[in-house]
């Protein structure tokens, strides 16, 4: 069983930075894809960015996209999503996700393990 745990949510300036953590256990992940997805009050879950199993391959959505920037440490089983220039409209609760898939996935229907989420507060 994969237990995803995400850290380094906070609240933060609008033009600051954040970098979120997501730590897996109970096995490797360093075949998986994996995603940062974030919801807001009232809205669906959206994918934020998503990574390919070894790490060559990312997505962006053209909201984040030259702000954020994911990335894998296979020897620390962790993702991590870098956020800078920080808007108000990036707060939400984020949470990672893991599906064992070498393929770039970017429908949450295709996750198969999630994290609890932890919450970012941006003040404008």
């Given at each position: 069983?994969?237990?995803?745990?995400?850290?380094?949510?906070?609240?933060?300036?609008?033009?600051?930075?954040l970098r979120l953590s997501c730590a897996a256990s109970g096995r490797a992940l360093r075949y998986d894809a994996m995603g940062?997805?974030?919801q807001a009050p009232g809205k669906?879950?959206?994918?934020?960015?998503?990574?390919?199993?070894?790490g060559?391959?990312?997505y962006y959505s053209d909201s984040v996209k030259g702000r954020f920037s994911i990335s894998k440490?296979?020897?620390?089983?962790?993702?991590?999503?870098?956020?800078n220039t920080l808007k108000a409209e990036d707060t939400a609760v984020?949470?990672?996700a893991a599906n064992p898939s070498y393929r770039l996935l970017i429908d949450s229907r295709s996750y198969e393990y999630w994290g609890q989420g932890t919450q970012v507060t941006v003040s404008s």
């Open positions: 069983q994969v237990q995803l745990v995400e850290s380094g949510g906070g609240l933060v300036q609008a033009g600051g930075s940062w997805f974030r669906e879950r959206e994918l934020v960015a998503a990574i390919n199993g070894n060559r391959v990312t440490d296979n020897a620390k089983n962790t993702v991590y999503l870098q956020m984020y949470y990672c």
